[in-house]
């Protein structure tokens, strides 16, 4: 017989005695001090003899088992990684119904499955983004065809990582008249160590807007609305008469953040039209899962 139990089979002698709730658990404390049971724990089993329990020992649960990664799971999160390799982690884990760390020690332990880099491992195009994107490539050649204008009114939204400078910086460089003064020295040293990501949104006339996002920084929905918000500010301002107009188009490409329902409902609420942008090259778009055992495996398989 365990502590636990010890002191149950007490509370049901003190019960049977004529003790009441609280005149039992000053004796069980007396008698096992540091281990003996809570006062609530103790007046609940109290109760229970009370009410005419007559076993100490715990109800039959039924539980819940000791872990998730069971035959049927790793079968299963094998053909949902065979019938779409781009799933990631996350998406395996949440289709399957277990946490992302199992999943993590299914997909290495159990299947000796791996990432690679996606670099090295193009992806195919299905053939329903084939047709999608002869789709859009043809509907834009048909707009430059019928309106020379069309690539002008197109502004596009680029990223790359850069050493940043902000503009601050640049002009306060530029009026320092003193190359001795430590001032500029070390803020150009500072300034130089700082990698942010440079967003330029750009037309056929020049440059729209552009700002520097640091690296601590995640472009998310909710901060590419606050850049959109922006550049609406900017094309108002440089470019009046496609503003009047409302005839300038936003080019960006498929990006997660980009896609996202709430920009798309945020660009139709500002009545800015988006140029379609087609489903990515292979050599330009790398897939979020490729697994070299499975390649191995199944070798048709893109």
């Keep these: 017989m365990d502590n636990i139990t010890e002191q149950r089979a007490c509370i049901k002698f003190c019960f049977k005695i004529g003790k009441n709730a609280t005149e039992t658990f000053e004796m069980i404390k007396l008698a096992f001090v540091d281990v003996s049971l809570s006062r609530c724990v103790t007046f609940d089993w109290f109760k229970r003899f009370k009410e005419g329990r007559i076993s100490i020992e715990d109800d039959h649960r039924s539980g819940r088992p000791l872990s998730s990664k069971t035959n049927d799971t790793v079968d299963l999160v094998r053909n949902k990684i065979r019938n779409d390799r781009r ?17 993590h020690s299914i997909l290495s332990d159990e299947l000796g499955m791996r990432r690679v880099s996606a670099k090295l491992v193009p992806k195919l195009l299905t053939k329903e983004q084939m047709e999608y994107r002869i789709e859009v490539c043809l509907e834009l050649k048909n707009r430059v065809s019928n309106d020379p204008n069309f690539i002008k009114s197109i502004i596009t939204g680029d990223e790359t990582w850069v050493y940043g400078y902000d503009p601050e910086t640049k002009v306060q460089s530029s009026q320092w008249k003193t190359a001795n003064s430590p001032r500029p020295k070390k803020c150009r040293q500072v300034r130089s160590n700082i990698k942010a990501m440079l967003i330029v949104f750009f037309d056929f006339f020049g440059l729209v807007h552009y700002e520097f996002v640091l690296t601590d920084q ?18 108002r301002r440089k470019r009046p008469e496609g503003w009047k107009s409302k005839s300038w188009f936003l080019h960006h490409d498929n990006a997660p953040a980009h896609s996202a329902l709430s920009i798309h409902e945020f660009l139709a609420s500002k009545n800015i039209p988006v140029v379609p942008h087609p489903p990515y090259s292979p050599d330009l778009a790398p897939c979020d899962f490729f697994f070299v055992s499975e390649i ?3 070798p048709q398989r893109p």
């Design 218 to 235: 995640t472009i998310n929905q909710v901060f590419y609305k606050q850049v959109l918000e922006r550049l609406r500010e900017k094309v």
């Design 87 to 103: 799933l990631t982690v996350r998406e395996v884990a949440n289709e399957v119904g277990i946490s992302i760390g199992t999943c």
């Design 296 to 298: 191995k495996k199944y």
